[in-house]
Each structure stands twice: as C-alpha cells, then as structure tokens.
C-alpha cells in the first residue's frame, strides 16, 4: 500500500468520526484540527491503526481546551 494511499484510508476514517462537527467550527479551528489528525498521522507507527477515540481526543483537545472559547459560541449557534 502506497503512502497516499494509506493517508486517503486514514483521512476518511478521521472523516467518520468528525466531519460533521469539524464543519461547524470556525476555519481556524477546523486548521487546528487539521494540523492535529497529520501530527497524529505521522507520530504512529501504523497509523491505519488508529482508533475512534484518538479522532475524538483530537477534537476534544481543539474544541474543549484550545478554543474553548470558539466551541462554546458556536455550540449555542
């Protein structure tokens, strides 16, 4: 397997998991989760081994502790 296309399997799982949410925030959070899931990408060592919950730690992490802010205002939209 190619590494595109290993990254296009990972990407649409993150997708699976996120992409409904993710498409709601502002576009530099959705960047900060962006840049988050190719971080958590690369620090695997088989990263088709990622699990939902790392996704969600992912979006947890942007959303609930570095822009807690943002995520509020947007969750009362």
């Given at each position: 397997?190619?590494?595109a ?63 807690p ?9």
């Amino acid at each position: 397997m190619t590494e595109a296309e290993k990254q296009h399997i990972f990407l649409k799982r993150a997708a699976s998991v996120l992409a409904e949410r993710v498409s709601q925030l502002d576009v530099i959070v959705q960047q900060r989760i962006y840049a988050s899931l190719e971080r958590l990408y690369f620090e695997k060592e088989d990263p088709l081994q990622t699990i939902d919950d790392e996704f969600e730690g992912v979006y947890e992490l942007i959303t609930e502790h570095v822009f807690p802010s943002v995520f509020e205002a947007q969750r009362y939209r």
